[in-house]
């Protein structure tokens, strides 16, 4: 299994930004997507962001307009957060898909991925 690994989650007021960080060996191989999920308001795990290792990128519908998945320079996977609401409060984890069919399959987190062990977001209003 990949060590995944999250960091910068914390606490912001409604409106305000957050920027979380992935390290993992995601972009060693060419199947491979990385993805941000979430479990907020004691909802199941639900899909942020998802990105192939070709640059294509998917967001759900609670990520678009606000959210923004990218690669830094150190192959490192962020997510932006911008505009955040206190329903964006949760714990935010990261995972990787080893046999990726498409970012977008991974949003729906059905299949079998290495998961981080999260970073907690609480937006206050």
């Known amino acids: 299994q990949a060590q995944v690994q999250e960091s910068g989650g914390g606490s912001v007021q409604s409106g305000g930004s957050l920027r979380l960080t992935c390290e993992a060996p995601?972009?060693?191989?060419?199947?491979?997507?990385v993805g941000w999920f979430r479990r907020v308001g004691g909802k199941g795990t639900e899909g942020v962001a998802t990105?192939?290792?070709?640059?294509?990128k998917v967001y759900g519908d609670s990520a678009k307009d606000r959210f923004s998945i990218s690669m830094d320079a150190t192959k490192n996977v962020d997510l932006q957060m911008n505009n955040l609401k206190p329903d964006d409060s949760g714990m935010y984890y990261c995972?990787?898909?080893?046999?990726?069919?498409?970012?977008?399959?991974?949003?729906?987190?059905?299949?079998?991925?290495?998961w981080g062990q999260g970073t907690q977001v609480t937006v206050s209003s």
């Open positions: 990105m192939a290792r070709n640059g294509v």
């Open positions: 995601w972009h060693t191989y060419l199947r491979h997507c």
């Open positions: 995972a990787i898909d080893r046999s990726c069919d498409s970012p977008a399959t991974m949003l729906t987190g059905e299949g079998v991925y290495d």
